[in-house]
């Protein structure tokens, strides 16, 4: 286990700590969710085909990323993806993404990767655009868009 920085998939047993901040985390994106939910949601992502893990930096939690297979054949999506607020800035979402990336296309055997942004997601919405993403209509402005949006990217 590296001190500093670790992917750990996650696990129904995650602690109270844990819970709570991702649950913060979601709910700063517009995504609410009660901390009791996340008790189970390792486990419903598991038992979809998909998986869930945390990010922690120097032993505390700072974020977590998850994939599900897509909806449609060959496609993953990126779910479940977030940075605590205090961390922020340090590139931690980029690393994340970049590692739902790889993991979507060589371990899970996928051709696309789908990420659902809403507006409260613009910073993470530039980066995925950063990454190789993109919109269903050319017109997308990832700095000024109103409405949730698809984007995907081929792997």
């Known amino acids: 286990m590296n001190t500093l920085l670790d992917l750990i998939p996650a696990r129904d047993d995650a602690t109270e700590e844990a819970r709570a901040l991702l649950a913060a985390i979601f709910d700063e994106v517009g995504m609410p969710v009660d901390a009791r939910r996340l008790l189970s949601l390792p ?18 939690v700072a974020g977590a990323v998850g994939l599900l297979p897509g909806p449609s054949e060959g496609e993953a999506a990126l779910c479940w993806w977030g940075v605590v607020r205090a961390r922020r800035g340090m590139g931690l979402g980029k690393w994340m993404a970049e590692f739902a990336i790889r993991h979507a296309r060589l371990d899970m055997g996928r051709q696309r990767l789908r990420a659902d942004v809403t507006p409260a997601m613009r910073r993470a919405a530039c980066l995925l655009i950063d990454l190789g993403f993109r919109a269903p209509e050319d017109s997308f402005d990832p700095e000024t868009f109103d409405k949730p949006t698809p984007l995907t990217m081929a792997l």
């Open 43 to 60: 486990g419903d992502l598991r038992a979809k085909g998909g998986e869930w893990w945390i990010l922690s930096l120097r032993s505390v």
